[in-house]
């Protein structure tokens, strides 16, 4: 089956900096690929997504990579603010199946 | 104003015992899913529903089992609790379509005592 990793943890940055967080999937026949973010204690919320037929898709702040050949995505947040704080999990589906990575807590220090 | 309600938020169940989870989506979605989230495991895919058909199971143990009495209802039945259960389980549901955005309930956090 499908496996998508994301190698950070955590990543913490000052705010208004920039955000990068990566991650890997193994399945070829991945075709899309979701962002969610989810604060404390609270459930996951979409906040973008690219399909397999493009490489770069961008809304506001938001910048999602994806390169198929190296089977890796990437999430880019520009000119961060505190509430961007949370945990970020990216995500590869198959079919309607959706297998998430573990998430990256994103802190924005003030 | 939620459109996915899962009931109840909280639910503390001693260990052997069963209980369902309630999973309504008022999205009009075809597709209903669930999902797990521990600290072990933080995002675990359980089981898809397409137009109240099982069309993917992830879960090894059978004291899992999904049950869905309406299109827009997905419960979760779970028998023989173990405290290794708890987590909070999330339901979720999107249109059946490939690359249709997945949209989750505020969870059940379930602990097992």
């Given at each position: 089956g499908e496996k998508v990793e994301q190698h950070q943890s955590t990543l913490s940055v000052r705010e208004g900096d920039s955000a990068v967080i990566n991650c890997t999937y193994t399945?070829?026949?991945?075709s899309y690929f979701p962002w969610y973010k989810q604060e404390a204690g609270k459930s996951l919320h979409f906040v973008i997504d690219i399909r397999s037929n493009v490489d770069r898709k961008q809304s506001q702040r938001l910048t999602v990579l994806l390169d198929k050949k190296a089977k890796r995505f990437s999430l880019h947040i520009t000119a961060?603010?505190?509430?961007?704080?949370a945990i970020y999990f990216c995500a590869a589906s198959i079919s309607n199946r959706i297998f998430f990575g573990d998430g990256t807590q994103l802190v924005v220090k003030p | 104003d939620p459109k996915i309600i899962q009931k109840p938020k909280y639910l503390v169940a001693v260990t052997g015992s069963e209980k369902i989870l309630i999973c309504e989506q008022?999205?009009?979605?075809?597709a209903m899913y669930w999902y797990r989230q521990s600290a072990k495991k933080p995002l675990e895919f359980m089981f898809s529903y397409s137009y109240q058909k099982l069309?993917?199971?992830?879960?090894?143990?059978?004291r899992f089992q999904p049950q869905s009495s309406k299109k827009n209802h997905l419960d979760l039945q779970i028998t023989?609790?173990?405290?290794?259960?708890?987590a909070t389980y999330f339901c979720a549901s999107s249109q059946v379509r490939q690359g249709s955005e997945v949209f989750f309930g505020k969870g059940t956090r379930l602990t097992v005592v």
């Open positions: 399945d070829t026949a991945s961060t603010q505190p509430e961007d704080s | 008022y999205l009009g979605h075809n069309m993917d199971n992830q879960t090894a143990s059978s023989a609790l173990k405290p290794d259960d708890s």
